[in-house]
């Protein structure tokens, strides 16, 4: 009951009706005379019941129809409200001081529909006057960017775009440094030009907490400069510890490079773009087992060992990093139907001698540009370097596969195809058929 009562309120004005009532009942049951009512009301500690303006054109509006304002006037007097201003087309209302229910023109509204009946409103359609941006089909979004590393068991960390002086200069010291004028702290000083000084913070905090085995990646602004294009979002991750968590069914194998490069390049194959992985020099990575990333000669990114000069500066173990410039993988390829073929599909195999700084990429991008009209897949399955193959130059084996979707292709159709990149590759890096 007594939650009832404080839901629903007492009225501030039902005391006189209570006393008359009580008075009466006296007097019903054991008789005798009552005297008048001796009231004192401090009428400034009491509540305040609001003017609620209603207009015509407001309950047409909720209501979807119109009503007579004859008849509306007549509800508001029928339930006890105080009308103290009115025109045709508004009125004032003070609501009874039991009404709890009514303090805004809503609920005025409200009190209207229920009485002319919810089952007698009309049904309307619903019409939106809204500005419905279009999204091309070729864009990637960032959160289909974000859970593909979820996906791989990623997780996001978001870090503050201030790094230190000494982040800056140990990550990328030819970067241009742009200092806040009043930085939080000596160690926030310097609007970050990469993201990998935020993510090896993080490692480091999980490291002193026993955390080994880290996948971490975070999305956020890059500053060049301090205009609006010198700014650019990137997507970085970071990786170290165990492959696979500890088992009793496999031995335990640490990271490696390609495990972080098979990341990667889950991530552009979003886009269904060809990109191309070159070893290059990083002041923050270490000389043999760093690439970067390009498309189309542009580069997008960068991937490899942290420096053991870093490592043991920042006390840190073995780990690998990658970042991309997020715009140049959001753009995609539109997808479309391909009949499936019935057809046997057909392979070869060839093994060429070439240069040992020609990397396998370069010659699978290389088959590729030929666009040969059958050619559905080209895959690296060995590289040989030692006896019979003369110093500086390496063997590299390719597995060329073929099929067509009118016939099973013959043996003169496909000895003519792997002549054409034998012959490209030849003219193009000088390579020999093993």
Not at 273 to 293: C, D, S, T, V, W
Request: with cysteine; hydrophobic share 35%.
């Amino acid at each position: 009951e007594s939650s009832i009562r404080f839901e629903r309120g007492v009225d501030f004005n039902i005391t006189h009706q209570a006393m008359e009532r009580a008075t009466e009942l006296v007097l019903d049951i054991c008789g005798g005379k009552a005297s008048a009512i001796n009231e004192c009301i401090d009428s400034s500690t009491l509540p305040k019941l609001e003017t609620i303006l209603i207009t015509r054109e407001k309950i047409s509006s909720v209501l979807g129809f119109d009503l007579d304002p004859s008849w509306i006037e007549s509800k508001f007097k029928f339930l006890g409200f105080n009308i103290t201003k009115k025109n045709n087309k508004s009125w004032a209302i003070i609501p009874p001081s039991f009404r709890f229910d009514i303090r805004i023109p809503a609920d005025l509204i409200e009190e209207l529909a229920r009485l002319y009946g919810y089952d007698k409103v009309p049904v309307q359609r619903l019409s939106v006057d809204a500005n419905i941006s279009q999204t091309s089909q070729s864009k990637v979004s960032s959160y289909g960017i974000s859970q593909a590393l979820v996906n791989r068991g990623y997780q996001e960390v978001i870090t503050y775009s201030f790094i230190s002086n000494e982040y800056h200069d140990l990550i990328d010291p030819s970067a241009k440094k742009i200092t806040l004028k009043n930085p939080i702290s000596d160690d926030m000083s310097i609007m970050r030009s990469s993201l990998w000084p935020g993510l090896l913070q993080t490692v480091e905090m999980n490291q002193r907490r026993g955390h080994h085995n880290a996948r971490f990646f975070e999305t956020g602004l890059c500053f060049s400069g301090i205009s609006v294009d010198d700014q650019r979002q990137k997507i970085a991750g970071i990786v170290c510890g165990e492959r696979f968590e500890s088992q009793w069914g496999s031995p335990e194998r640490e990271i490696d490079f390609f495990d972080a490069k098979s990341d990667v390049e889950s991530l552009l194959s979003l886009s269904g773009n060809n990109y191309l992985f070159e070893a290059q020099e990083h002041p923050a990575l270490q000389a043999g087992q760093a690439a970067k990333i390009s498309r189309n000669g542009q580069l997008i990114g960068w991937i490899g060992a942290l420096s053991p000069h870093l490592q043991k500066k920042l006390s840190l173990p073995k780990l690998f990093l990658f970042e991309l410039n997020q715009s140049d993988i959001e753009q995609r390829k539109v997808s479309s139907y391909e009949s499936f073929s019935s057809f046997q599909a057909s392979q070869r195999d060839i093994a060429l001698v070439v240069a040992k700084d020609v990397n396998a990429d370069q010659l699978i991008h290389a088959i590729q540009s030929l666009d040969q009209e059958h050619l559905i897949e080209v895959n690296l399955f060995d590289v040989y370097e030692g006896e019979h193959i003369e110093k500086g130059k390496k063997s590299v084996a390719l597995n060329l596969t073929y099929q067509s979707i009118e016939a099973t292709l013959t043996d003169d159709q496909l000895n003519q195809q792997v002549e054409d990149i034998i012959t490209h590759l030849e003219s193009k890096f000088s390579a020999k058929l093993r």
